[in-house]
């Protein structure tokens, strides 16, 4: 073990080097008596995507304890440790095993993430000492894991085709529910959020997020790149997220976090991103603070329109990896089993379009999980079903990214038998490897969607519902915003109400306030809900009246 080396910063001080996993490498000063739990303090205070997400300290292969020091380790001038952001847990089987054991993904992505030989966590001793006691570095992809005979191979996963943007995790932001307008004159939709103290907050419908250092109100909406795009820059320059046309003001946001759909894992060192800033018909790229999984960084910015740009390279053509959704719709109002199949980029714009859209034709949804791996704008997919299924107009799909007010492209599905589970799979025709599958179960499908039974039938009276459905109401009842406005409208409730409801952080939680202050308010106020969720969401309806 090497001896301690007293740092020019401090007796007993020396430096440090950390890998976190958004791709930077942090230069700090530390002391051998610190704890671990400090040294994560201070990683909290270097790197924003540190203090979003929680995770786990790894040295030569092993998790760190946060009341242990740094002495305690081992660990010395020039250590390299790696700050792994916390996954959920994931089934893992090693190389040549008939069984499946039980793992973690923080493990996985740790021994991933590390190169496992001694060498590697050394910095060579002819590198140059860190010029200041924290500094940072931008790195390229994780380093490949080196295998030894502790760390064994491990079989599927990390590869291109099982899921490697699992590296990318979203961070978690406290989220704001913005009230929505209606511009007819343009026919777009405006979002005005009310920002209620110093932090980082959340659009619940667009992702749009701000950090604010005291209480603010944003007004924001989305328009179309290519109406700001010239020809030629679209020739070069490839939409990487929403464009966001931002008011606030001036000098309360300290940092604007703009989504974009690039999976950051897969795309290497070489990352031509840029921040679109269009003043005055005349368009400014930025670079941005910051580029971390789903969100671009802009410190300090002016706010008109911005977006997140992507420039195209030759050398990669159909080859930038993009995060995808694979959006299911039932339709109720056609046959029975007719499907709507939408194979997206993750934009929560575009998400949220299309759920008003299907909403209108009196859709419901059927959530099924993503793609794993990165898709490719540009290429064509395939659809493909089991059991009869036909598949219309086309089985062919190609994925692109439209602007939230045009009409997405999709697939209709229709399933002839459905008693029996039918199996739906996306394969890239490039290469032909599926991407996605799904099972339909018979739950998934409602063979016989049944409709509200009209009014004079014997049902019970619509406060009498409310009250004996409340605990399914408050988890199953969505369009939140859509109902309090139209309590409002009908005088059941006030703007201070309103607010109240939408203040809260989850759609649950906005179930459950609403449905207290009704059931405060009395049986007609209740009848109001009834009445108004039998127009919004009849099949929410007649579902918890067949259950009773």
Same mark, same amino acid.
């Given at each position: 073990?090497? /001896? ?13 080097? #950390? ?6 490498? +942090? ?8 704890? #671990?739990?400090?040294?994560?303090? *201070? ?13 786990? +300290? ?82 390229? /992809? ?65 992702? %749009? ?42 000098? #309360? ?15 290497? /060192? ?14 400014? %790229? ?20 911005? &977006? ?26 056609? /046959?029975?089993?007719? %499907? ?181 308010? &009395? ?5 109001? %809900?009834?009445?108004? +969720?039998?127009? *919004? ?6 579902? +918890?009246?067949?259950?009773?």
């Amino acid at each position: 073990m090497a /001896a301690w080396q007293p740092s020019a910063e401090g007796p007993g001080k020396f430096h440090i080097f #950390v890998h976190t996993t958004s791709w930077k490498k +942090l230069t700090v000063l530390v002391s051998p008596d610190q704890t #671990v739990q400090e040294l994560i303090d *201070k990683l909290k205070d270097l790197d924003i995507t540190v203090r979003l997400a929680k995770g786990k +300290l790894f040295y030569r292969n092993k998790q760190l304890e946060g009341k242990k020091t740094l002495r305690h380790y081992g660990i010395t001038p020039n250590s390299v440790l790696y700050y792994i952001q916390s996954f959920p847990d994931v089934l893992v089987q090693p190389a040549g095993s008939g069984t499946i054991e039980s793992a973690t993904r923080d493990l996985f992505f740790a021994l991933r993430w590390m190169k496992v030989s001694d060498s590697s966590d050394k910095v060579s001793e002819s590198t140059e000492a860190p010029r200041s006691s924290e500094q940072t570095h931008s790195l390229g /992809a994780p380093p490949p894991m080196v295998p030894t005979q502790e760390t064994p191979h491990w079989q599927n996963l990390g590869s291109r085709s099982q899921g490697h943007c699992w590296v990318c995790q979203e961070p978690s932001f406290p989220e704001v529910t913005p009230t929505i307008t209606q511009v007819s004159s343009k026919n777009r939709l405006k979002y005005q959020a009310h920002l209620p103290r110093e932090g980082i907050y959340q659009c619940s419908i667009t992702g %749009l997020a701000f950090e604010v250092k005291s209480a603010v109100t944003v007004t924001y909406w989305n328009t179309r790149w290519t109406r700001h795009l010239s020809e030629d820059e679209q020739d070069t320059l490839m939409p990487a997220g929403p464009l966001f046309h931002i008011k606030v003001q001036a000098g #309360v946001v300290q940092k604007v976090f703009l989504p974009h759909f690039i999976c950051l894992a897969e795309c290497g /060192a070489d990352r031509p991103c840029f921040i679109a800033h269009f003043e005055y018909e005349m368009m400014t %790229l930025e670079t941005p603070t910051l580029l971390m999984p789903f969100y671009a960084v802009l410190d300090n910015p002016s706010f008109s329109l911005l &977006g997140v740009l992507w420039r195209k390279m030759r050398s990669s053509f159909g080859s930038v990896p993009v995060h995808s959704l694979v959006l299911l719709f039932q339709q109720l109002s056609a /046959a029975n089993t007719t %499907l709507h199949l939408y194979l997206i980029p993750n934009d929560k714009s575009v998400k949220q379009a299309i759920i008003e859209q299907e909403t209108d034709w009196n859709s419901k949804v059927i959530p099924k999980p993503p793609p794993l791996t990165p898709l490719f704008l540009g290429c064509v997919y395939r659809v493909a079903g089991t059991n009869s299924v036909e598949i219309t107009p086309d089985e062919h799909l190609t994925f692109c990214y439209r602007s939230p007010k045009k009409q997405q492209l999709f697939v209709e599905i229709y399933i002839k038998n459905v008693e029996e589970d039918t199996e739906l799979s996306i394969t890239n025709t490039r290469d032909n490897v599926r991407v996605w599958k799904t099972l339909l179960r018979s739950g998934d499908i409602r063979l016989t969607p049944q409709k509200p039974p009209p009014h004079g039938c014997h049902t019970p009276s619509g406060a009498a519902f409310v009250k004996k459905n409340k605990t399914e109401l408050c988890s199953r009842m969505a369009q939140v915003p859509s109902i309090v406005l139209h309590l409002q409208d009908a005088n059941v409730i006030n703007k201070d109400e309103e607010e109240e409801v939408l203040s809260q952080d989850t759609r649950q939680r906005k179930n459950r306030v609403l449905l207290e202050l009704l059931e405060r308010k &009395g049986p007609e106020a209740q009848e109001q %809900l009834y009445q108004i +969720l039998r127009d *919004k969401d009849p099949y929410l309806i007649a579902d +918890l009246e067949k259950s009773s």
